[in-house]
T-cell receptor
Framework: DARVTQTPRHKVTEMGQEVTMRCQPI?????VFWYRQTMMQGLELLAY????????DSGMPKDRFSAEMPDATLATLKIQPSEPRDSAVYFC??????????????FGPGTRLTVT | AQSVTQPDIHITVSEGASLELRCNYS??????LFWYVQSPGQGLQLLLK??????LVQGIKGFEAEFKRSQSSFNLRKPSVHWSDAAEYFC???????????FGIGTKLQVIP
């Protein structure tokens, strides 16, 4: 049963600390998305990658957020330094090669981040 | 620019009753349309999708949706709701052949006995 995995599932940290969230996309998927979900803003796209290259990170605060794909099986989202307003659930999603029909996204379970 | 409107933030239905969740989109041509469901503490799961062909599409868990170009709508329906359908439902729209989509704000469904 192929699925997207995310670690950690929960993270509580103090303001100013670095936070790293990890995502393992479904094997063979070449597109990875990072989303942030809050009550106020709903689901926001932070960044997405295709074949490990960033295609769009316009939704990500550049001063403190960074996203990378060190290899095809790992995507990371880092926040440094973290702030209380970063508290949210962060989702990773992956998808197969575009253009082959309407390609859906497969979501991971999310990382619930609390910054105190 | 593409956009999605889900006018109902919260809906309550009785178990066994029919359900319709509304979704209106804004896009210049025929988009790709999706409905996702999110159970508490979980990620989003695809219910169904439309990109061409028959405007009535069937999905998982007994859901269906109808694409109406004239109304720019893609409403989700289920004839008889089960308590396990209580969740949040998201409509999404994207350009054809392109994976980046825009999600609606979501509709939270409550099912009462």
């Amino acid at each position: 049963d192929a699925r997207v995995t995310q670690t950690p599932r929960h993270k509580v940290t103090e303001m100013g600390q670095e936070v790293t969230m990890r995502c393992q996309p479904i094997l063979g998927h070449n597109t990875v998305f990072w989303y942030r979900q809050t009550m106020m803003q709903g689901l926001e796209l932070l960044a997405y990658f295709r074949n490990r290259a960033p295609l769009d990170d316009s939704g990500m605060p550049k001063d403190r957020f960074s996203a990378e794909m060190p290899d095809a099986t790992l995507a990371t989202l880092k926040i440094q330094p973290s702030e209380p307003r970063d508290s949210a659930v962060y989702f990773c999603a992956s998808g197969a090669t575009p253009g082959q029909g309407a390609n859906e996204q497969y979501f991971g379970p999310g990382t619930r981040l609390t910054v105190t | 620019a593409q956009s999605v409107t889900q006018p109902d933030i919260h809906i309550t239905v009785s178990e066994g009753a029919s359900l319709e969740l509304r979704c209106n989109y804004s896009y210049g041509a025929t988009p790709y349309l999706f409905w996702y469901v999110q159970s508490p503490g979980q990620g989003l799961q695809l219910l169904l999708k439309y990109f061409s062909g028959d405007t009535l599409v069937q999905g998982i868990k007994g859901f269906e949706a109808e694409f109406k170009r004239s109304q720019s709508s893609f409403n989700l329906r289920k004839p008889s709701v089960h308590w396990s359908d209580a969740a949040e439902y998201f409509c999404a729209v994207g350009p054809p052949g392109y994976q980046k989509v825009t999600f609606g704000i979501g509709t939270k469904l409550q099912v009462i006995p």
